[in-house]
């Protein structure tokens, strides 16, 4: 038969469960704790992930519309340098971008609007081309005067109108030829990428005028 439960024993068992719905309720808790933790872990592992994929994409905006803004300048730049460079036309479409590229780019396209800028802005000649200048209006002058010379000797050569009228061109052309050198001084500020400003339009047209004063009184 089995032994009455006494009260100690009731106590004692009363005790054990009591310690083991503790000890379940400890457990409990602690898992949802820790469940509670791992939730809130994942939530800002998400929010991270999601705050990154937003950095990255805005990022990634942000480089496409600068790769357009490159790609706009630079080509409009090319199209500015072909059109200062007399074999423009042998340049073709502005080149792709470099594999191995590092760097800004924003500077360097700075740098070459900037180099553009001052080819754009044509100067004075300078005092060195002074002798050629004074070439030019010597060499306009001579030339003129031979071509008034032919024509003076075509006149001579010739009767009726072409006797009257060639002395007379003769003689216009010759009084032009000071103003004749301005043609090779504009070719020359040309290629040297500057303007005629009244300082060498005066000096080319006073050493024409004085050669040709000269050689109108050598003919006499």
């Known amino acids: 038969m089995n032994e009455p439960v006494t009260s100690e024993t009731y106590a004692a068992q009363l005790r ?3 310690e083991l719905t ?3 309720a400890a457990q409990r808790a ?4 820790w469940y509670a933790q791992q939730c809130a872990a994942a939530d800002r592992a998400v929010a991270e992930a999601v705050e990154q994929v937003r950095r990255a994409e805005a990022e990634a905006a942000e480089a496409r519309e600068l790769v357009d803004r490159v790609d706009a300048e630079a080509a409009h730049l090319w199209g500015e340098l072909r059109s200062r460079v007399r074999s423009g036309g042998r340049l073709g479409d502005p080149p792709g971008p470099a594999r191995d590229a590092t760097g800004d780019p924003v500077p360097r396209l700075r740098g070459v609007r900037e180099l553009l800028d001052r080819i754009r802005q ?3 000649l300078p005092s060195s081309t002074n002798p050629l ?3 030019c209006g010597v060499g306009g002058s001579i030339v003129a005067y031979a071509l008034g010379a032919a024509a003076r000797a075509l006149g001579t050569g010739s009767g009726g109108d072409l006797a009257v009228g060639m002395p007379v061109l003769a003689l216009v052309v010759t009084l032009l030829g000071p103003l004749v050198g301005l043609a090779p001084a504009r070719l020359l500020a ?3 990428h ?3 400003t009244p300082r060498p339009i005066t000096l080319v047209v006073a050493a024409g005028l004085v050669t040709t004063i000269l050689l109108l009184t050598l003919a006499r």
């Open 16 to 18: 054990r469960l009591a």
């Open 30 to 33: 602690e898992a949802h704790t």
């Open 122 to 124: 044509r100067g004075e």
């Open 190 to 192: 040309d290629r040297r």
């Open 194 to 196: 500057a303007v005629l």
């Open 22 to 24: 503790a000890r379940v």
């Open 133 to 135: 200048l004074v070439g």
